[in-house]
């Protein structure tokens, strides 16, 4: 069952009290509330609200429903780094999605206020997204629209992917499907969702995981979209640096751990299975020793060349990976933004 067909299910209704204590926020979706729940007394939740009418009100529909779907099946059993999903209600024209509240912020407005994070704050932040993005996966989900606003903070520094919008199934009765919605955020988005072809799900989260990295470590977002008209996408493509890019005073290290994420094509972008081997990953940047400013700002072509090679034999051996194959495979399905 694709997640457009599991969203003709309509949610359950919920008539239990609760008590607004704030509002965290507002969007073109309505607003996000914090509230206590009658039967949670003296614990805070947040309650995102969707209207649902207009000359849209369809699609907002379809999209609430789906949504609720897959944070459904993300809180069972539930992880870390996912925001957890409690209940939801209904009324005529509004969609009450009520889940887990992060009292910490979003990771926006962490970068925002601090300019970009330390290497060690980025480095445990970038730790947690990759595992919250192994357990969304291994569930059959693609977020489509991992970025530092999507990223919830707890005051202990736990960080919880949220937002589930766009998000889709990319396992459907045991098979994986190509997916060609063209959605998400420009900046995070990767090439073949930009240009509109087929591609497959976890590729594209793992490459807006890339790019936040890029954004904490540095404070800016490398380009505004991955593609070779944008001239900073160009000059990271063609293995080149200058001083106003984003990435031109990052080490050698995270240079080399990038240029495994931010591969244009997806065939020789690392899974996280091989992203979790990386010794940046592991370490960060313990027991770096000095470089020259040419080796560590950029991807030089022997470094990449190896990186590349080690991607498609761990690909090849573990046979999770290989998209020509596979493609085969795929049956192709459209599924909805």
């Not at 931010?262 to 313990?286: V, Y």
């Not at 090849?316 to 194959?325: H, L, P, Q, T």
């Not at 085969?328 to 933004?337: D, E, G, H, V």
């Amino acid at each position: 069952m694709s997640a457009t067909e599991s969203t003709t299910t309509t949610p359950p209704a919920s008539t239990e009290k609760y008590q607004v204590l704030g509002l965290l926020g507002k969007g073109t979706f309505g607003k996000v509330l914090l509230i206590e729940l009658e039967s949670l007394p003296g614990e805070a939740v947040a309650m995102k609200e969707i209207e649902a009418s207009g000359e849209h009100v369809e699609q907002i529909t379809l999209n609430v429903k789906k949504e609720y779907i897959l944070t459904k099946r993300l809180s069972a059993p539930g992880h870390e780094n996912v925001i957890r999903f409690l209940s939801i209600r209904t009324m005529p024209e509004h969609y009450f999605l009520i889940m887990e509240y992060a009292d910490g912020g979003d990771l926006f407005d962490k970068i925002s206020s601090e300019y970009r994070l330390t290497s060690s704050q980025a480095h445990g932040y970038f730790k947690q997204l990759i595992a919250g993005l192994r357990y969304i996966h291994s569930k059959g989900v693609t977020h489509r629209d991992i970025k530092p606003e999507n990223l919830m903070l707890t005051k202990a520094g736990v960080l919880k992917i949220t937002d589930f919008g766009l998000g889709t199934l990319h396992i459907i009765k045991g098979e994986e499907s190509l997916m060609d919605t063209r959605c998400g955020t420009p900046q995070y988005a990767a090439p073949e969702v930009l240009v509109g072809n087929q591609y497959r799900g976890p590729p594209v989260d793992i490459w807006s995981a890339g790019v936040v990295l890029i954004n904490m470590l540095t404070g800016h977002s490398p380009w505004k979209k991955a593609c070779k008209s944008d001239a900073s996408y160009t000059r990271w493509f063609n293995d080149e640096c200058t001083e106003r890019d984003a990435w031109s005073d990052l080490g050698a290290r995270v240079i080399t751990l990038l240029c495994s994420i931010l591969a244009h094509n997806p065939t020789h972008r690392a899974p996280i299975e091989l992203i979790e081997q990386d010794h940046w990953f592991q370490f960060g940047d313990e027991e770096t020793v000095e470089i020259t400013s040419a080796s560590s700002t950029s991807c030089n072509s022997e470094a990449k060349s190896s990186r590349k090679r080690k991607i498609e034999q761990t690909i090849e051996s573990r046979n999770v990976f290989d998209y020509s194959s596979k493609s085969k495979k795929m049956k192709r399905r459209t599924l909805s933004a």
